[in-house]
Protein backbone atom coordinates (compact mmCIF):
# COMPACT_ATOMS: atom_id res chain seq x y z
CA UNK A 1 0.00 0.00 0.00
CA UNK A 2 1.68 3.32 -1.11
CA UNK A 3 2.00 6.08 1.60
CA UNK A 4 0.78 9.34 0.33
CA UNK A 5 3.96 11.78 0.61
CA UNK A 6 3.19 14.45 3.20
CA UNK A 7 7.20 15.88 2.12
CA UNK A 8 9.55 15.94 -1.11
CA UNK A 9 12.78 16.76 0.26
CA UNK A 10 15.76 17.48 -1.93
CA UNK A 11 19.37 17.06 -0.52
CA UNK A 12 22.37 18.38 -2.92
CA UNK A 13 25.47 16.62 -2.01
CA UNK A 14 26.12 12.88 -0.94
CA UNK A 15 28.19 13.70 1.73
CA UNK A 16 28.58 12.55 5.24
CA UNK A 17 26.01 14.95 6.53
CA UNK A 18 24.15 14.44 3.62
CA UNK A 19 23.77 11.04 3.66
CA UNK A 20 22.91 11.00 7.59
CA UNK A 21 20.03 13.34 6.77
CA UNK A 22 18.67 11.06 4.45
CA UNK A 23 18.98 7.95 6.46
CA UNK A 24 17.27 10.27 9.12
CA UNK A 25 14.37 11.14 6.77
CA UNK A 26 14.06 7.26 5.63
CA UNK A 27 12.43 6.64 8.86
CA UNK A 28 9.28 8.32 7.47
CA UNK A 29 7.63 6.57 4.92
CA UNK A 30 5.23 9.86 3.98
CA UNK A 31 8.56 11.96 3.45
CA UNK A 32 10.08 11.24 -0.09
CA UNK A 33 13.67 12.13 -0.46
CA UNK A 34 16.13 11.98 -2.92
CA UNK A 35 19.81 12.86 -2.80
CA UNK A 36 21.33 14.95 -5.80
CA UNK A 37 25.35 14.24 -6.13
CA UNK A 38 27.46 16.70 -8.28
CA UNK A 39 29.75 13.91 -9.06
CA UNK A 40 29.55 10.97 -11.37
CA UNK A 41 30.45 8.86 -8.69
CA UNK A 42 31.35 8.63 -4.89
CA UNK A 43 35.44 9.13 -4.66
CA UNK A 44 37.47 9.61 -1.70
CA UNK A 45 38.19 13.10 -0.65
CA UNK A 46 40.23 14.10 2.89
CA UNK A 47 41.06 10.07 3.84
CA UNK A 48 40.45 10.16 7.39
CA UNK A 49 37.73 10.91 9.87
CA UNK A 50 37.25 10.78 13.68
CA UNK A 51 33.88 10.68 15.38
CA UNK A 52 33.35 11.46 18.84
CA UNK A 53 31.12 10.19 21.25
CA UNK A 54 28.16 12.64 20.77
CA UNK A 55 27.94 11.86 17.05
CA UNK A 56 28.54 8.42 17.12
CA UNK A 57 25.12 8.49 19.65
CA UNK A 58 23.03 9.70 16.48
CA UNK A 59 25.07 6.49 14.55
CA UNK A 60 23.44 4.53 16.69
CA UNK A 61 20.15 5.48 17.01
CA UNK A 62 20.28 5.36 13.10
CA UNK A 63 21.20 1.85 13.25
CA UNK A 64 24.44 2.19 11.39
CA UNK A 65 27.08 0.66 14.21
CA UNK A 66 27.14 -2.37 13.75
CA UNK A 67 28.09 -1.90 9.88
CA UNK A 68 30.39 0.97 10.28
CA UNK A 69 32.24 -1.06 13.18
CA UNK A 70 33.35 -3.24 10.58
CA UNK A 71 34.96 -0.61 8.83
CA UNK A 72 36.05 1.28 11.88
CA UNK A 73 40.34 1.26 12.98
CA UNK A 74 39.14 -0.70 16.34
CA UNK A 75 36.18 -1.29 18.74
CA UNK A 76 37.31 0.48 21.60
CA UNK A 77 35.42 0.87 25.19
CA UNK A 78 33.12 3.55 26.00
CA UNK A 79 35.33 4.73 28.89
CA UNK A 80 37.80 6.78 30.15
CA UNK A 81 40.48 6.16 27.06
CA UNK A 82 43.98 8.35 26.20
CA UNK A 83 42.89 9.09 22.75
CA UNK A 84 45.50 11.10 21.73
CA UNK A 85 49.03 11.63 22.66
CA UNK A 86 50.64 15.23 22.31
CA UNK A 87 54.15 15.90 21.95
CA UNK A 88 56.99 18.55 21.31
CA UNK A 89 58.32 17.16 17.48
CA UNK A 90 60.20 20.44 16.69
CA UNK A 91 63.20 19.02 18.86
CA UNK A 92 65.10 15.91 18.85
CA UNK A 93 63.17 14.25 21.88
CA UNK A 94 60.24 15.02 23.87
CA UNK A 95 60.71 14.76 27.12
CA UNK A 96 56.65 15.91 28.74
CA UNK A 97 54.32 13.87 26.35
CA UNK A 98 50.83 14.68 27.05
CA UNK A 99 48.03 12.41 27.12
CA UNK A 100 44.90 13.63 25.96
CA UNK A 101 42.42 11.45 28.07
CA UNK A 102 38.37 11.63 27.14
CA UNK A 103 35.34 9.41 28.30
CA UNK A 104 34.94 7.55 25.20
CA UNK A 105 37.02 7.69 22.30
CA UNK A 106 37.64 9.03 19.01
CA UNK A 107 36.61 5.81 16.37
CA UNK A 108 38.35 6.86 13.06
CA UNK A 109 37.29 5.47 9.62
CA UNK A 110 38.67 5.76 6.27
CA UNK A 111 36.25 8.33 4.51
CA UNK A 112 35.67 6.58 1.80
CA UNK A 113 34.82 3.42 3.61
CA UNK A 114 32.35 5.15 6.08
CA UNK A 115 30.54 6.72 3.15
CA UNK A 116 30.01 3.47 1.34
CA UNK A 117 28.37 2.08 4.48
CA UNK A 118 25.93 4.94 4.57
CA UNK A 119 25.03 4.76 0.58
CA UNK A 120 24.41 1.25 0.63
CA UNK A 121 22.00 1.47 3.79
CA UNK A 122 20.39 4.36 2.31
CA UNK A 123 19.62 3.24 -1.52
CA UNK A 124 17.25 0.61 -0.10
CA UNK A 125 14.82 3.20 0.49
CA UNK A 126 15.55 6.38 -1.35
CA UNK A 127 17.39 7.22 -4.71
CA UNK A 128 21.14 9.11 -5.38
CA UNK A 129 21.29 10.65 -8.79
CA UNK A 130 24.62 11.68 -9.60
CA UNK A 131 26.09 13.94 -12.26
CA UNK A 132 23.75 16.97 -10.47
CA UNK A 133 25.68 19.76 -10.07
CA UNK A 134 23.14 22.42 -8.49
CA UNK A 135 23.58 25.65 -10.52
CA UNK A 136 20.61 27.93 -8.22
CA UNK A 137 17.13 27.62 -7.24
CA UNK A 138 13.77 29.80 -6.92
CA UNK A 139 11.22 28.98 -4.59
CA UNK A 140 7.63 28.93 -6.64
CA UNK A 141 4.75 31.54 -6.16
CA UNK A 142 1.29 29.58 -4.78
CA UNK A 143 -0.66 27.57 -5.97
CA UNK A 144 2.21 25.14 -6.02
CA UNK A 145 4.94 26.96 -3.42
CA UNK A 146 7.60 24.44 -4.93
CA UNK A 147 11.20 24.76 -4.93
CA UNK A 148 12.78 24.61 -8.33
CA UNK A 149 16.34 22.85 -8.66
CA UNK A 150 18.02 24.12 -11.78
CA UNK A 151 21.39 21.87 -12.65
CA UNK A 152 24.26 22.16 -14.42
CA UNK A 153 23.39 20.07 -17.29
CA UNK A 154 19.88 21.95 -17.73
CA UNK A 155 17.32 19.82 -16.01
CA UNK A 156 15.27 20.71 -13.53
CA UNK A 157 13.50 19.07 -10.12
CA UNK A 158 11.24 19.96 -7.99
CA UNK A 159 10.43 19.68 -3.87
CA UNK A 160 8.74 20.95 -1.47
CA UNK A 161 12.38 21.82 1.07
CA UNK A 162 15.69 21.79 -0.05
CA UNK A 163 18.55 21.10 2.05
CA UNK A 164 21.90 22.27 1.20
CA UNK A 165 24.27 19.75 2.30
CA UNK A 166 26.93 20.36 -1.15
CA UNK A 167 30.00 21.95 1.44
CA UNK A 168 31.92 24.65 1.32
CA UNK A 169 31.38 25.71 -1.89
CA UNK A 170 27.80 25.36 -1.63
CA UNK A 171 25.60 26.48 -4.50
CA UNK A 172 22.45 26.29 -2.02
CA UNK A 173 24.49 28.78 0.20
CA UNK A 174 25.79 30.96 -2.61
CA UNK A 175 21.81 31.24 -3.87
CA UNK A 176 19.55 31.37 -0.22
CA UNK A 177 22.52 34.43 0.43
CA UNK A 178 21.86 36.57 -2.39
CA UNK A 179 18.14 36.34 -2.29
CA UNK A 180 18.00 37.28 1.69
CA UNK A 181 20.23 40.05 0.90
CA UNK A 182 18.66 41.44 -1.87
CA UNK A 183 15.57 41.36 -0.12
CA UNK A 184 17.27 43.44 2.78
CA UNK A 185 18.48 45.50 0.37
CA UNK A 186 15.31 46.65 -1.11
CA UNK A 187 13.99 47.21 2.44
CA UNK A 188 16.97 49.49 3.01
CA UNK A 189 19.24 47.15 5.14
CA UNK A 190 21.98 47.57 3.00
CA UNK A 191 24.90 46.89 5.47
CA UNK A 192 23.31 43.55 6.79
CA UNK A 193 22.67 42.84 3.10
CA UNK A 194 26.46 43.03 2.62
CA UNK A 195 27.06 40.99 5.49
CA UNK A 196 25.19 38.43 3.60
CA UNK A 197 26.86 38.49 0.50
CA UNK A 198 30.02 38.29 2.63
CA UNK A 199 29.28 34.80 3.88
CA UNK A 200 28.78 33.25 0.41
CA UNK A 201 32.61 32.96 -0.73
CA UNK A 202 35.05 31.20 1.82
CA UNK A 203 37.76 32.34 3.38
CA UNK A 204 40.96 31.32 3.93
CA UNK A 205 42.54 29.86 7.34
CA UNK A 206 45.34 30.89 6.56
CA UNK A 207 46.17 26.99 6.96
CA UNK A 208 48.19 24.38 4.84
CA UNK A 209 48.07 20.51 5.56
CA UNK A 210 49.38 18.45 3.47
CA UNK A 211 47.73 14.75 3.60
CA UNK A 212 48.66 11.01 2.99
CA UNK A 213 47.95 7.43 3.70
CA UNK A 214 50.24 4.97 3.52
CA UNK A 215 50.69 1.00 5.03
CA UNK A 216 51.01 0.51 8.46
CA UNK A 217 53.45 -2.50 7.32
CA UNK A 218 55.44 0.45 5.89
CA UNK A 219 55.85 2.38 9.02
CA UNK A 220 56.10 -1.28 11.04
CA UNK A 221 59.44 -1.87 8.77
CA UNK A 222 61.05 1.54 9.14
CA UNK A 223 59.91 1.86 12.93
CA UNK A 224 58.71 -1.04 14.67
CA UNK A 225 58.14 0.42 17.77
CA UNK A 226 56.32 3.56 16.10
CA UNK A 227 53.91 5.18 18.51
CA UNK A 228 51.54 5.72 16.26
CA UNK A 229 50.93 2.53 14.84
CA UNK A 230 48.98 1.67 17.72
CA UNK A 231 48.58 5.74 18.91
CA UNK A 232 46.54 8.34 17.52
CA UNK A 233 49.43 10.91 17.86
CA UNK A 234 50.22 14.90 17.46
CA UNK A 235 53.59 15.93 16.97
CA UNK A 236 53.51 19.61 17.83
CA UNK A 237 55.62 22.80 16.90
CA UNK A 238 56.01 26.55 16.48
CA UNK A 239 53.62 27.41 13.40
CA UNK A 240 53.03 23.52 12.39
CA UNK A 241 52.11 20.38 13.71
CA UNK A 242 51.92 17.05 12.21
CA UNK A 243 49.20 14.65 13.55
CA UNK A 244 49.18 10.46 12.61
CA UNK A 245 46.41 7.55 13.37
CA UNK A 246 45.84 4.40 12.21
CA UNK A 247 42.87 3.32 10.11
CA UNK A 248 40.92 0.21 8.43
CA UNK A 249 41.98 -1.82 11.60
CA UNK A 250 45.50 -1.17 11.80
CA UNK A 251 45.91 -1.34 8.61
CA UNK A 252 46.69 2.03 7.08
CA UNK A 253 48.09 5.24 8.77
CA UNK A 254 46.66 8.70 8.37
CA UNK A 255 48.82 11.54 7.68
CA UNK A 256 48.43 14.98 7.88
CA UNK A 257 51.22 17.89 8.32
CA UNK A 258 49.83 21.25 9.10
CA UNK A 259 51.68 24.50 7.96
CA UNK A 260 50.54 27.80 9.89
CA UNK A 261 50.44 31.16 8.66
CA UNK A 262 48.28 32.97 11.40
CA UNK A 263 48.36 36.49 9.99
CA UNK A 264 47.01 35.49 6.81
CA UNK A 265 43.98 34.08 8.03
CA UNK A 266 40.47 35.69 5.90
CA UNK A 267 42.84 36.17 3.49
CA UNK A 268 42.91 35.51 -0.61
CA UNK A 269 44.67 32.39 -1.05
CA UNK A 270 46.51 32.27 -4.64
CA UNK A 271 46.95 28.89 -5.71
CA UNK A 272 44.42 25.68 -6.39
CA UNK A 273 42.82 24.95 -3.18
CA UNK A 274 43.92 20.99 -3.82
CA UNK A 275 46.50 19.84 -5.57
CA UNK A 276 48.88 16.76 -6.01
CA UNK A 277 52.46 17.29 -3.74
CA UNK A 278 55.59 15.55 -3.09
CA UNK A 279 56.97 14.68 0.82
CA UNK A 280 60.33 17.06 -0.66
CA UNK A 281 57.66 19.78 -0.29
CA UNK A 282 57.65 18.93 3.89
CA UNK A 283 60.95 17.32 4.31
CA UNK A 284 62.88 20.68 4.62
CA UNK A 285 60.01 21.86 6.55
CA UNK A 286 60.28 19.19 9.55
CA UNK A 287 64.02 18.31 8.50
CA UNK A 288 65.08 19.44 12.33
CA UNK A 289 62.13 17.21 14.22
CA UNK A 290 62.34 14.22 16.14
CA UNK A 291 62.64 10.77 14.39
CA UNK A 292 59.29 9.45 14.93
CA UNK A 293 57.91 12.47 12.80
CA UNK A 294 60.06 12.02 10.21
CA UNK A 295 60.09 8.38 10.15
CA UNK A 296 56.32 9.23 8.93
CA UNK A 297 57.30 11.68 6.15
CA UNK A 298 59.91 8.96 4.75
CA UNK A 299 56.84 6.32 4.44
CA UNK A 300 54.82 8.20 2.04
CA UNK A 301 54.18 7.57 -1.33
CA UNK A 302 51.21 9.86 -2.35
CA UNK A 303 50.48 13.68 -0.71
CA UNK A 304 47.99 15.83 -1.37
CA UNK A 305 48.37 20.09 -0.33
CA UNK A 306 45.10 21.55 0.90
CA UNK A 307 44.38 24.85 1.25
CA UNK A 308 41.92 24.78 4.59
CA UNK A 309 38.84 27.36 3.78
CA UNK A 310 36.26 28.31 6.20
CA UNK A 311 32.77 29.90 5.80
CA UNK A 312 32.40 32.87 8.32
CA UNK A 313 29.44 32.97 11.03
CA UNK A 314 26.52 33.23 9.10
CA UNK A 315 23.46 34.86 10.93
CA UNK A 316 21.63 31.78 9.54
CA UNK A 317 21.23 28.89 7.73
CA UNK A 318 17.43 28.36 6.65
CA UNK A 319 15.65 30.70 4.16
CA UNK A 320 12.21 30.19 3.42
CA UNK A 321 11.86 26.46 3.03
CA UNK A 322 16.02 26.06 2.49
CA UNK A 323 18.45 24.93 5.11
CA UNK A 324 21.71 24.28 5.14
CA UNK A 325 24.01 21.67 6.50
CA UNK A 326 28.06 20.82 7.16
CA UNK A 327 29.98 22.56 5.48
CA UNK A 328 28.23 24.21 2.83
CA UNK A 329 26.62 26.18 6.33
CA UNK A 330 29.72 26.15 8.99
CA UNK A 331 33.10 24.80 7.39
CA UNK A 332 35.57 24.39 10.11
CA UNK A 333 39.11 23.76 10.31
CA UNK A 334 39.97 19.81 11.61
CA UNK A 335 41.38 20.42 14.91
CA UNK A 336 38.54 19.42 16.75
CA UNK A 337 37.95 16.22 14.87
CA UNK A 338 34.73 17.40 14.66
CA UNK A 339 33.68 18.94 11.18
CA UNK A 340 31.97 15.51 9.93
CA UNK A 341 30.48 14.93 13.46
CA UNK A 342 29.18 18.36 13.14
CA UNK A 343 27.07 17.34 9.97
CA UNK A 344 25.83 14.39 11.52
CA UNK A 345 24.14 16.10 14.20
CA UNK A 346 23.09 18.49 12.00
CA UNK A 347 21.92 16.08 9.38
CA UNK A 348 20.09 14.10 12.46
CA UNK A 349 18.08 17.29 13.80
CA UNK A 350 16.83 18.13 10.55
CA UNK A 351 15.22 14.89 9.89
CA UNK A 352 13.64 14.78 13.44
CA UNK A 353 12.26 18.47 13.10
CA UNK A 354 10.94 17.05 9.42
CA UNK A 355 9.84 13.82 10.44
CA UNK A 356 7.65 15.38 13.20
CA UNK A 357 3.74 14.93 12.77
CA UNK A 358 3.87 18.63 13.29
CA UNK A 359 5.79 19.87 10.30
CA UNK A 360 4.00 20.17 7.12
CA UNK A 361 3.86 21.95 3.85
CA UNK A 362 2.55 24.66 5.89
CA UNK A 363 4.56 24.25 9.09
CA UNK A 364 7.89 23.53 7.73
CA UNK A 365 9.49 26.89 7.63
CA UNK A 366 8.95 27.09 11.52
CA UNK A 367 10.63 23.22 11.68
CA UNK A 368 13.60 24.59 9.73
CA UNK A 369 13.72 28.24 11.75
CA UNK A 370 14.14 25.92 15.06
CA UNK A 371 16.70 23.88 13.61
CA UNK A 372 18.44 26.95 13.11
CA UNK A 373 18.03 28.52 16.27
CA UNK A 374 19.34 25.43 18.09
CA UNK A 375 22.13 24.22 15.82
CA UNK A 376 23.63 27.73 14.29
CA UNK A 377 24.89 28.83 17.85
CA UNK A 378 26.14 25.72 18.69
CA UNK A 379 27.88 24.45 15.10
CA UNK A 380 29.43 27.98 15.15
CA UNK A 381 30.95 27.62 18.82
CA UNK A 382 32.37 24.43 18.01
CA UNK A 383 34.29 26.37 14.49
CA UNK A 384 35.34 29.09 17.13
CA UNK A 385 37.00 26.37 19.41
CA UNK A 386 38.45 24.52 16.47
CA UNK A 387 40.25 27.39 16.14
CA UNK A 388 41.28 27.95 18.87
CA UNK A 389 42.57 24.74 19.06
CA UNK A 390 44.62 25.35 16.05
CA UNK A 391 46.33 28.04 17.55
CA UNK A 392 47.07 25.78 20.75
CA UNK A 393 48.51 23.13 18.58
CA UNK A 394 51.00 25.25 16.59
CA UNK A 395 51.88 27.67 20.19
CA UNK A 396 50.38 30.91 18.77
CA UNK A 397 49.16 33.39 21.11
CA UNK A 398 47.53 34.97 22.54
CA UNK A 399 44.96 32.56 23.15
CA UNK A 400 47.40 30.13 23.53
CA UNK A 401 49.16 32.47 26.27
CA UNK A 402 51.67 33.07 24.05
CA UNK A 403 53.34 29.60 24.51
CA UNK A 404 55.92 29.31 21.92
CA UNK A 405 57.84 32.26 23.10
CA UNK A 406 59.61 30.05 25.40
CA UNK A 407 61.50 27.49 22.98
CA UNK A 408 61.36 25.06 26.07
CA UNK A 409 57.88 25.07 26.81
CA UNK A 410 56.47 21.75 26.99
CA UNK A 411 53.34 20.00 25.58
CA UNK A 412 51.88 19.48 29.21
CA UNK A 413 51.74 22.67 30.07
CA UNK A 414 49.26 23.48 27.63
CA UNK A 415 47.66 20.20 28.07
CA UNK A 416 45.04 21.33 30.46
CA UNK A 417 43.87 24.29 27.99
CA UNK A 418 43.08 22.08 24.78
CA UNK A 419 41.38 19.57 27.08
CA UNK A 420 38.92 22.05 28.42
CA UNK A 421 38.77 23.86 25.33
CA UNK A 422 37.64 20.25 23.88
CA UNK A 423 35.97 18.68 26.71
CA UNK A 424 32.67 19.33 24.96
CA UNK A 425 33.11 16.70 22.47
CA UNK A 426 32.79 13.87 25.23
CA UNK A 427 31.28 15.21 28.40
CA UNK A 428 27.64 16.58 26.43
CA UNK A 429 25.23 14.91 24.22
CA UNK A 430 23.06 15.95 20.84
CA UNK A 431 19.78 14.11 22.79
CA UNK A 432 18.61 16.95 25.13
CA UNK A 433 19.28 19.67 21.53
CA UNK A 434 17.11 17.30 19.59
CA UNK A 435 14.07 16.82 22.39
CA UNK A 436 14.13 20.46 22.94
CA UNK A 437 13.96 20.97 19.25
CA UNK A 438 10.64 18.88 19.06
CA UNK A 439 8.91 20.14 22.20
CA UNK A 440 9.71 23.93 20.50
CA UNK A 441 7.95 22.62 17.14
CA UNK A 442 5.14 21.26 19.28
CA UNK A 443 4.56 24.15 21.52
CA UNK A 444 4.62 26.59 18.24
CA UNK A 445 1.95 24.35 16.19
CA UNK A 446 -0.21 24.36 19.35
CA UNK A 447 -0.48 28.19 19.31
Known amino acids: MQV ?31 V ?20 WKVIRQLGLEQDLLKVAQKIPPDELVATFELRR ?14 KGPLRTFHRAA ?8 FVKTGQIQ ?17 IELVFEDGSLAFCDVLIGADGVKSAVRATMLTAEAKLLSSN ?42 HQATMYLGKDS ?39 DDILVRFAAWEQEAKDLIDCIDTLSKWA ?59 ALRIYDTIRRPFSQDVARRSRINGRYLSFAGPEAGNCGEDEVLEVSELGEAITKNWEWAWISTVDDTVDDALTMLFESCRK
Open 308 to 366: IHCVRPIPTYVGGRVALLGDAAHAMTPHQGSGAGQAIEDGFMLSSLLGSSYTTRETVSE
Open 89 to 102: GDIKQSQCPYRLVT
Open 188 to 229: GHSAEANELLGCIRPSWSGQIVYRAVFATEALRMRSPHHRAI
Open 4 to 34: EKRLRVAICGAGIGGLTCALGLARYPDIETT
Open 130 to 146: YSKRLRGYRSLEAPSRK
Open 36 to 55: YESSANLTEVGAGIGLWPRP
Open 114 to 121: FQQVLVQK
Open 241 to 279: FIIAYPLAQNKLINFGAFVMRHDLENTEYDGPWVEKSSK
